[in-house]
């Protein structure tokens, strides 16, 4: 009963979202609303969403904690997988601007390097939609440059 209550809520917030905002955005933020809600039953605590970095170059969708670790969630949905997974869609120039939100939230939290990781959540919103976590997925070995 109660997961049927939070998917009734779910699919009002994202009609009235596809009403306001075009329906990219509104698909967007469906996806990451269910990444989140995933990720705490996976044991994660979820510290920050949609982290924008002062310079106003990179958007984190997701920051969360795991452990010791420090999580940045970059979340890809899709309506369908007919042009491939969504996790493909994650181009060197996104790595990247990742790469500079990850380094202006831990400046400001003042976590060191070593305690970050990367991960991708995809969701492709079929009936029900299919979620898919991948851990570590810019391996770290220094601070990059940029």
Request: glycine share 6%.
């Amino acid at each position: 009963m109660f997961q049927f209550l939070l998917q009734f809520s779910d699919e009002l917030r994202h009609r009235r979202r596809k009403r306001k905002w075009n329906a990219k955005l509104a698909t967007g933020r469906r996806g990451e609303d269910l990444a989140h809600r995933y990720l705490r039953r996976q044991g994660l605590i979820i510290t920050a969403r949609n982290y924008r970095a002062l310079s106003g170059a990179a958007e984190l969708d997701l920051v969360a904690r795991e452990g010791e670790k420090l999580v940045i969630v970059e979340v890809k949905t899709r309506t369908s997988s007919a042009y491939g997974p969504p996790d493909r869609a994650i181009s060197e120039q996104k790595r990247r601007k990742l790469f500079r939100g990850a380094r202006d939230y831990i400046r400001r939290a003042g976590i060191e390097w070593s305690r970050l990781r990367f991960d991708i959540v995809t969701v492709v919103l079929t009936n029900p939609p299919e979620i898919a976590h991948y851990r570590d997925v810019f391996p770290l070995r220094r601070p990059p440059i940029q």
